[in-house]
């Protein structure tokens, strides 16, 4: 099974917007994004089935954020929308082929990308 690979992190100011896109197994039944600060437990932010039918979010970002897949390159995109200091963290993809529930059940993380939002 491919581990999925992130990319688009970096340093935005409180307010801005970024997108993290994740390429990731054609053969996923379900995708997520988590994300981890200095010294909290991972959280899932967003997940999305594989057709996109089932979604699911973290109360916190739920109006602030959006999960898409475009199944031609097997990418899964996290948009993220008037970032606070608080959405800090390292932001991991996570997939499953053993269910498309959400929340995520995983079974392939990816190595993640940092997320840091400062002025």
């Known amino acids: 099974q491919l581990q999925p690979v992130e990319s688009g992190g970096g340093l935005v100011q409180p307010g801005g917007s970024l997108k993290l896109s994740c390429v990731a197994s054609?053969?996923?039944?379900?995708f997520g994004w988590f994300r981890q600060a200095p010294g909290k437990e991972r959280e899932e932010v967003a997940c999305t089935s594989r057709s996109g039918a089932v979604k699911s979010f973290l109360d916190s970002v739920k109006d602030r954020v959006t999960i898409s897949r475009d199944g031609a390159t097997n990418t899964v995109h996290l948009e993220m929308n008037s970032l606070k200091p608080e959405d800090t963290g390292l932001y991991f993809c996570?997939?499953?082929?053993?269910?498309?529930?959400?929340?995520?059940?995983?079974?392939?993380w990816g190595k993640g990308t940092q997320v840091t939002v400062s002025s």
């Open positions: 996570a997939s499953s082929t053993t269910t498309g529930r959400c929340p995520l059940r995983p079974d392939s």
């Open positions: 054609g053969s996923s039944l379900a």
